[in-house]
Nanobody, 116 residues
Framework: VQLVESGGGLVQPGGSLRLSCAASGFTFDSYWISWVRQAPGKGLEWASTVTFRGEETSYADSVKGRFTISRDNSKNTVDLQMNDLKPEDTAVYYC??????????WGKGSLVTVSS
């Protein structure tokens, strides 16, 4: 199982970034996928989840209305479009494979820094 994030970087407040997670080594459309973030010096914070075929999505209140999760099962990818970014969105963003009991595989993460 591999989950590889890309697309992080430095952006000014109010700007946008698009993260992508490329999955391999498993039957991609059999799993929900989440994005989980960790701000410097803080614990893990769930951000968003997409179901098997993208028919349902969910978001943390802190990102709702600004972030959009989507998946392309033909390419085995999950994207997180992040708009109106705030300094408090600065974090390492992890792509995670979800089972009924929780996350069973993590990517290595992609750093997003929101700063002027």
């Amino acid at each position: 199982v591999q989950l590889v994030e890309s697309g992080g970087g430095l952006v000014q407040p109010g700007g946008s970034l698009r993260l992508s997670c490329a999955a391999s080594g498993f039957t991609f459309d059999s799993y929900w996928i989440s994005w989980v973030r960790q701000a410097p010096g803080k614990g893990l914070e769930w951000a968003s989840t997409v179901t098997f075929r993208g028919e349902e999505t969910s978001y943390a209140d802190s990102v709702k209305g600004r972030f959009t999760i989507s998946r392309d099962n033909s390419k085995n990818t999950v994207d997180l479009q992040m708009n109106d970014l705030k300094p408090e969105d600065t974090a390492v963003y992890y792509c995670a494979r979800v089972r009924y009991y929780g996350v069973d595989h993590w990517g290595k993460g992609s750093l997003v820094t929101v700063s002027s």
